[in-house]
């Protein structure tokens, strides 16, 4: 073994040496609040990541999706046509917020999705709920922030995970969150005059 093999070599084991202790000291199991925000791309293309594992692991999961209601999204498609059996679609919304031009229905389509994802987080045999694009509902006042942090924090079952989605994540949101990613945009195609793509957007 030459030399700079030898030096990775025992540079390696002592960083495993120190992975090992840190792992030891993490054994709590729990269901997580996860919240992912921020300008950039990927919030809801996470949020679907995590409902490809849930259903590889057995694990019964549910989607609300509010304001993008009006979109054929690639998700919406190929869950209810592959895995309606592992995993509940709901669509809560008629597209977003200035398409509608109509807050009364805005209100009452995200109120609608708000009571069916307590029904579905509540549920004994959902381990994850994905509530995409529920930072919109809750940026614009449509959902009392305070009632659905109270209830993430004081209903929600041990061991149910919740992930919500979209930009602006309000202050309450991510101080009760247990996971909080942001998105930065650092480049994006739009502004060049690209439009949605099907497969990259939706």
Not at 43 to 52: E, L, Y
Not at 58 to 68: R, Y
Not at 143 to 170: W, Y
Request: aromatic share 8%.
């Amino acid at each position: 073994m030459d030399d700079i093999a030898r030096r990775h070599n025992e540079k390696m084991k002592r960083i495993k040496e120190a992975r090992d202790k840190i792992m030891a000291t993490k054994t709590e199991e729990r269901g997580l609040i996860m919240v992912h925000t921020g300008n950039g791309k990927g919030k809801s293309s996470s949020g679907f990541g995590m409902i490809m594992r849930c259903i590889a692991h057995g694990i019964p999961c549910s989607v609300v999706q509010f304001i993008k209601g009006g979109w054929e999204t690639g998700e919406k498609m190929f869950l209810r046509e592959r895995f309606a059996k592992e995993c509940r679609f709901f669509v809560s919304g008629e597209g977003f917020t200035w398409e509608t031009q109509d807050r009364d229905r805005d209100v009452a389509a995200a109120q609608n999705g708000w009571r069916i994802a307590q029904e579905q987080i509540l549920d004994p045999e959902i381990g994850f709920v994905l509530l995409d694009e529920i930072n919109i509902a809750l940026r614009y006042d449509y959902l009392d922030i305070d009632e659905v942090v109270d209830f993430l924090q004081s209903r929600k079952p041990p061991m149910t995970h919740v992930c919500l989605t979209g930009r602006n994540a309000k202050p309450e949101l991510l101080e009760a969150a247990d996971l909080v990613t942001e998105m930065t945009l650092l480049k994006h195609p739009f502004k060049d005059g690209v439009k949605a793509q099907k497969g990259i957007e939706f």
